[in-house]
């Protein structure tokens, strides 16, 4: 299943990326905590037209975060890890946003469970 999960990665990961850049976290709840200053969440929204609600975190700027996230299973356990200076204060602050929202648990499932019969068929030929 391990294997299956790590196969879906990117697919996953694309799943909670699209979830951020609309400011929605695992619990299809806006992303919390919300801009500390008004002006800043004006200039998301003008400035790179989020798509998020206004003063909801989108977790993009550059984009950086989100083009070198990429998933990674540990036991039984999955998590998100980015190739940025900054990734650990935003996982920190947003630990709700790195997860697969309620709305996506089927998307996801489906993904692993194409990748998991793939895997089966290979391995029984």
Do not use: C
């Not at 919300?34 to 984009?63: M, N, V």
């Not at 993904?111 to 068929?121: A, E």
Request: glycine share 4%; net charge positive; charged share 30%.
């Amino acid at each position: 299943m391990k294997r299956a999960i790590e196969m879906s990665g990117s697919d996953i990961t694309e799943l909670v990326t699209e979830q951020q850049v609309k400011g929605m976290d695992k619990n299809d709840s806006n992303i919390r905590p919300s801009y500390t200053t008004e002006r800043y969440a004006r200039e998301k929204i003008s400035r790179f037209a989020s798509e998020a609600p206004a003063g909801t975190p989108d977790l993009k700027r550059s984009g950086e975060t989100h083009r070198t996230m990429s998933l990674f299973v540990k036991g039984s356990v999955y998590d998100f890890n980015a190739q940025t200076r900054y990734f650990t204060h935003l996982k920190k602050r947003y630990n709700d946003a790195y997860a697969v929202a309620k709305s996506n648990l089927k998307s996801a499932q489906s993904f692993v469970t194409s990748n998991f019969i793939s895997i089966f068929k290979n391995e029984t030929k």
